[in-house]
């Protein structure tokens, strides 16, 4: 009786490893089935980018030489000396948003 007994655990348990190793495998995508790179990991550590520093209703933007803007923050500096002008910035992502700390006037 206890042999048989442990044995249902032993299959029973085995069953249920499998099926929860199933439902992860199917339930995640790898870099390389995708081709994408994950956003944490491609918006991380500093980051520096030129363009024009525009203005739409109050939030700023850095207008990239191909059009793309990307919308820019900051605590430490007032955007509106840098307000239409060529600029670089220098800062770190949170989410889709770049936090400056840095900005210099570009050199044409």
Do not use: H, W
Not at 8 to 36: H, Y
Not at 70 to 77: F, I, K, L, P, W
């Amino acid at each position: 009786m206890k042999k048989y007994i442990l044995a249902l655990l032993v299959v029973s348990s085995l069953t249920l490893s499998a099926c929860t190793l199933t439902q992860t495998q199917e339930g995640s995508t790898s870099n390389s089935e995708t081709g994408t790179v994950p956003a944490a990991e491609e918006k991380s550590g500093e980051t520096t980018k030129m363009g024009v520093l525009v203005k739409q209703g109050e939030k700023y933007y850095i207008k990239a030489a191909n059009g793309k803007m990307e919308e820019v923050e900051s605590y430490s500096v007032d955007f509106s000396e840098f307000e239409n002008q060529s600029v670089r910035v220098t800062g770190q992502y949170s989410g889709d948003t770049l936090f400056v700390g840095n900005v210099d006037r570009a050199i044409e």
